[in-house]
């Protein structure tokens, strides 16, 4: 055979790559155990995708022998094998699966450990795939054969800067009927890893809940299954105990973490099936990918079918877990999974079945459902403009941070509203500690009205839908008129309030209307300020002023121009029309000053500082 004589090819790992080994062979990470889950999982999901492509060509397990996977220590050697009878790799899939790192999330993940100083504990928390291997392994050599293929190929690496390939010799290609056999050449220090009872260790403690056997192959003696392999969301609830589901939870969705909460039931009547969901309690690194996959598994009668069947709305892409129907055909496609009726009906019934179910949680265990809100909330509140029909739900759903406290509910501000308020007020920015700081809340804070502070991304864009809760608006305090005459100062702010004499209010606002021109679209007298002199809104009709930002970040605002709020109370703005000569300087600090304050720059930041010392020097000379 011509095979055995070609020269094995050397290729570079992709830059990412690389900076991820290096990384990993660097890290002081002790947890190295978790290199085993990651080998078998990727194993399980070979033999996932055989039994999903053996259902249009049956040819491919023709043997009959149902996929398995074997772990094969040999001390002598030092080597761990993790070997499995599933669907295998082409050579060009050898070289792009593990050369490269395909998906944008692990790709930021991988930026992120270069920075992060606990770079170590990422690694532990959320895996880093087949690349985990090179924790233990000095070198690693996989061999495989596609399903069906007569060629089977060899990928080597010792971690640096590449790898090599080349065409299996014939005993490994004899010994390599189909799928893939991964060898690790153990590092010294993780001789531990040949010791069967470690290995036993960590299968029952991540992998147990694989669907196919795992066989353990001693030196000697026979192999012997350490999985359970049971369909664990098939068995009655009363047998399952805690231990069992968190187990469950961390071989099912690949975790190290605790659900925050388990919802496990079966479905029967129109359609059967059983659903066994998990919300983790802590928040993996592609939560804001762009792609907003979902990961929830789809079995039918036990097989595994697909992990991108978008069983749940995008905004609950967090939830991990399986949903095993009875009725689907075994042979549906990908594209006939989009559109299945049946499908959309379980999408339907378990996304409300969720959604209370966390409703539930958050009236319960408060401080389970706490979990869940701090990690995914910016994720659910997606929902609420995206999800109409649910929009009263999430809204209910939401806890924020008020200018009254912390995890707020919208049912609890409403309970404690202001004798004549009308509406629900918010503000939109980037910070909690500025947003506190904004002299937008003034007027607010003088009559004891409760502000939600918003501060996620997401804010900007749920909140740009007309809402209401409980009957009550939600009203920007940075967009258009608002009008607090008819709610009473509260006592204990009444006297900060000392009258100070007002500015001529008409020739007040000609004069900075002047001075400013096409800067801002209109100027007008404040209700929203006590203390601060100016602010800028957006007008009734524009987009909110957070939403604006955001959109001008990716060059796609409008350019709607603010409105300067101004107090003609306040000594700066009364200044205005006794001192003509500096009208123009005062004007147009109070439109930079506003800027600042919502976390703008000045349009001339060097204009800003001239103006700012011309008008310090003229008051010294005063
Ligand atoms: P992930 O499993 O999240 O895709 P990994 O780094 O674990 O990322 O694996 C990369 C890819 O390599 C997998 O997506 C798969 O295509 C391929 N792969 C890894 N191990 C195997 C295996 N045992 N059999 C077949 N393909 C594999
Ligand atoms: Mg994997």
């Known amino acids: 055979m011509t095979m055995n004589t070609a020269t094995p090819e050397t290729q570079p790992f992709q830059a990412e790559v690389a900076e991820l080994l290096h990384l990993m062979v660097h890290s002081v990470y002790s947890e190295t155990d978790i290199f085993l889950r990651e080998l078998i999982s990727n194993a399980s999901d070979a033999c996932d995708k055989l039994h999903y492509e053996a259902i249009a060509t049956p040819d491919l397990i023709a043997d009959g022998a149902s996929p398995e996977i074997r772990i094969v220590p040999d001390k002598k050697a030092r080597t761990l094998a993790v070997v499995d009878s599933g669907i295998g790799m082409e050579k060009q899939e050898l070289i792009d699966n593990l050369g490269t790192i395909a998906r944008s999330g692990t790709k930021s993940f991988v930026a992120r450990l270069a920075e992060a100083r606990d770079g170590a504990n990422l690694i532990g928390q959320f895996g880093v795939g087949f690349y985990a291997a090179f924790m233990v392994a000095e070198r690693i050599v996989v061999t495989s054969r596609r399903a069906g293929s007569d060629q089977v190929w060899v990928w080597s690496s010792s971690g640096g800067s590449g790898f090599e390939i080349a065409p299996a010799d014939e005993e490994a290609a004899k010994r390599v009927a189909r799928g893939t056999e991964i060898v690790l050449h153990l590092k010294q220090d993780a001789e531990k890893y040949l010791e069967a009872y470690e290995i036993e ?328 300020l006590t203390s601060s002199a100016s602010c800028l809104v957006a007008s009734g009709e524009a987009r909110d002023r957070a939403l604006e930002r955001l959109l001008a970040q990716h060059d796609k605002g409008a350019g709607q121009k603010p409105v300067l709020e101004i107090n003609l109370k306040h000594p700066l703005v009364a200044a205005i029309a006794e001192t003509r000569d500096a009208a123009g300087d005062l004007s147009f600090l109070l439109l930079e000053q506003a800027q600042i304050l919502d976390g703008e720059l000045p349009e001339d930041p060097a204009a800003f500082a001239g103006r700012l010392n011309r008008l310090v020097l003229r008051g010294l000379k005063l």
């Open 201 to 528: 260790r960590i299968v029952r403690a991540y992998s147990d809940n694989i669907q196919f056997p795992i066989f353990l192959v001693p030196e000697e003696g026979e192999p012997r299954q350490i999985n359970s392999a049971s369909a664990l969301w098939q068995r009655p609830k009363s047998e399952l105990s805690a231990e069992d589901y968190t187990q469950a939870y961390r071989s099912i969705a690949g975790a190290f973490d605790e659900p925050a909460m388990t919802l496990h039931y079966r479905a029967e009547g129109r359609q059967s099936y059983a659903v066994l969901l998990f919300a983790p309690s802590t928040k993996p690194f592609d939560l804001f990918d762009q792609a907003r996959k979902g990961k929830v598994k789809l079995y039918v009668r036990r097989v595994f079918i697909a992990d991108d069947a978008e069983l749940l709305p995008a905004y609950l892409r967090f939830i991990r877990g399986v949903i095993d129907s009875e009725d689907l055909p075994l042979n549906i496609s990908r594209e006939m999974l989009q559109n299945n009726p049946q499908l959309a009906q379980i999408r339907k019934a378990v996304t409300g079945r969720l959604i209370s179910e966390l409703e539930n949680l958050g009236e319960k265990e408060p401080e389970a459902f706490g979990k869940i809100w701090n990690a995914f909330g910016a994720v659910i509140k997606e929902g609420i403009w995206e999800d109409f029909e649910r929009r009263e739900k999430l809204l209910a759903l939401s806890r924020f941070t008020t200018t009254s406290g912390e995890k707020r509910t919208l049912k609890q501000y409403v309970e404690d509203i202001k004798p004549n308020q009308t509406d629900i007020y918010y503000l939109v920015g980037d910070s909690i500690d500025r947003l506190k700081s904004n002299p937008k809340l003034e007027a607010a804070n003088a009559r004891g009205v409760e502000v939600l502070l918003l501060t996620d991304p997401v804010d900007a864009f749920w909140t740009a839908t007309p809402l209401d809760f409980g009957g009550k608006p939600l009203k920007s305090l940075s967009q258009g008129d608002v009008d607090f005459g008819l709610i009473p100062v509260a006592e204990d702010k009444a006297e900060d309030k000392k009258e100070e004499p007002a500015a001529d209010e008409a020739m007040t606002i000609t004069l900075v209307k002047e001075a400013l021109g096409e800067r801002v679209s209109d100027v007008r007298a404040s209700q929203r």
